[in-house]
Every structure is written in structure tokens, then in C-alpha cells.
């Protein structure tokens, strides 16, 4: 079956703009996480939805950074007005379930370069 | 204390060795453990789930030690594909998460 993709693969923006990153889950996984990784780096946690609701917002770097999730299913993480730092591979992952405690799937990254 | 704990080498193995490595965890009151293995410039995957019993996928053995409060990885004949970072998690009862050790990185020579 599917797995989990994201949208775009690769995206290179300039200093102050804003980015929309895209995460389509695995069918019928009802939470969805965000990661950020940098190079050479460990995963850093971003975000956690069940369902639509966001329970866990508790790993987004600043207030440019946000996501949502619809019908839940595919989630946008929103940057605005990207910085340097920002550069980065983004990570979204599935899991079934809400418990926290099951595997999670991942998907291939959007990789951002913020010139 | 970092939650999960992984010595990130690199470990330099010869093919064919054995190769063991192991991750402490911090909450003894988590459930699920899991080792990722991560490609460069990949994302991770699933490798094994670890069980409190041990078990075994072919080349690959994974342990648990719930009163160390360790799990580990043993890799058998180790093949140059088996080239990777290895994550540990383990899940974080109170938060509904997995929390992800930072990797080991393993380079397998011929």
C-alpha cells in the first residue's frame, strides 16, 4: 500500500519567505508527526497531531512556524518568514492509533534551503 | 540525563564481524522500544520492535533489560549494506510520543 509522502522533495527559498510544506499520511494512521532534522543531526520533534487536534505544539522552534491537519489526513507545516536556520529536512511520520507507543512510518522529507 | 542515551561511534567493523551496541533509557515506565536504521540522506526506518522476551529477524538480535533500563542490537556477519545510523526509541508514556536517541553510526568495511 502507500506509505507516507511529502511534498515538495526539495525546496529552495530565499531569506523572508514563506514555505508550505505538505505531509500526506498513511491511510487509516490517526496521528501524524513533524520532525525537523539538520545535517548530521538527531531528529528534533516538532509537532504531534491526533485526528485534527494538536496536542503537543510543544517542540515548534518560534511563532513562524505552524501546522494543521484536515479531515484527518494530510497535514501542512507552514514557515513564514524562513530564516538561514531554518534549512533543514523536515519529516513527517504516521502512526496507527494514539497511544504514542506504535511504530511510526516516515516519509521521504522535504529538504529546505533557505538562501 | 538525555532520555535515550546511544554511544554515537562511528563503530569502523570489518564485513563478516559481529557487532553489538547498546541504548540506555531514562523512563522506566515506558512500553515500546524500536531500533530505526537511517540511510544518509534518508529517513529512517523500522528495523526490529524489541520485546521484553528478546527477538531475533535473521542477522538481528534485539534485547531488553527493563531493570538496566538498556535495550541492544546484535548484528551477525555483518554485510558492507549494513552501513547505516542506527536510532533507538523508545515510547514516552506520559507525552504520547517516541523519543529518539540521536543515532550510532555504523561503517562496515570490506
Known amino acids: 500500500g502507500a506509505g507516507v509522502s511529502q511534498s515538495p522533495s526539495n525546496k529552495v527559498t530565499e531569506k523572508g519567505k514563506d514555505v508550505e510544506l505538505r505531509c500526506d499520511p498513511i491511510s487509516g494512521h490517526t496521528a501524524l508527526y513533524w520532525y525537523r532534522q539538520s545535517l548530521g543531526q538527531g531528529l528534533e520533534f516538532l509537532i504531534y497531531?491526533?485526528?485534527?487536534?494538536?496536542?503537543?505544539k510543544s517542540g515548534l522552534p518560534s511563532d513562524r512556524f505552524s501546522a494543521e491537519r484536515t479531515g484527518g489526513s494530510v497535514s501542512t507545516l507552514t514557515i513564514q518568514r524562513t530564516q538561514q536556520e531554518d534549512s533543514a529536512v523536515y519529516l513527517c511520520a504516521s502512526s496507527f492509533g494514539g497511544s504514542g507507543a506504535n511504530e511510526q512510518f516516515f516519509g521521504p522529507g522535504t529538504r529546505l534551503t533557505v538562501l | 540525563r538525555k532520555e535515550v542515551e546511544q554511544d554515537p561511534g562511528p563503530f569502523n567493523v570489518p564485513e563478516g564481524a559481529t557487532v553489538a551496541f547498546n541504548c540506555t533509557y531514562s523512563n522506566s515506565a515506558s512500553q515500546s522500544f524500536f531500533w530505526y536504521r537511517q540511510d544518509c540522506r534518508k529517513e529512517p526506518k523500522l528495523l526490529m520492535s524489541?520485546?521484553?522476551?528478546?527477538n531475533e529477524d535473521g542477522r538481528f538480535t534485539a534485547q531488553l533489560n527493563r531493570a538496566s533500563q538498556y535495550i541492544s542490537l546484535l548484528i551477525r556477519d555483518s554485510k558492507l549494506s549494513d552501513s547505516a545510523t542506527y536510532l533507538c526509541?523508545?515510547?514516552?508514556?506520559?507525552?504520547?510520543?517516541?523519543?529518539w536517541g540521536a543515532g550510532t553510526k555504523l561503517i562496515i568495511k570490506p
Open positions: 497531531f491526533q485526528g485534527n487536534s494538536a496536542p503537543d
Open positions: 526509541v523508545v515510547n514516552d508514556p506520559g507525552n504520547y510520543q517516541l523519543i
Open positions: 524489541v520485546y521484553s522476551s528478546g
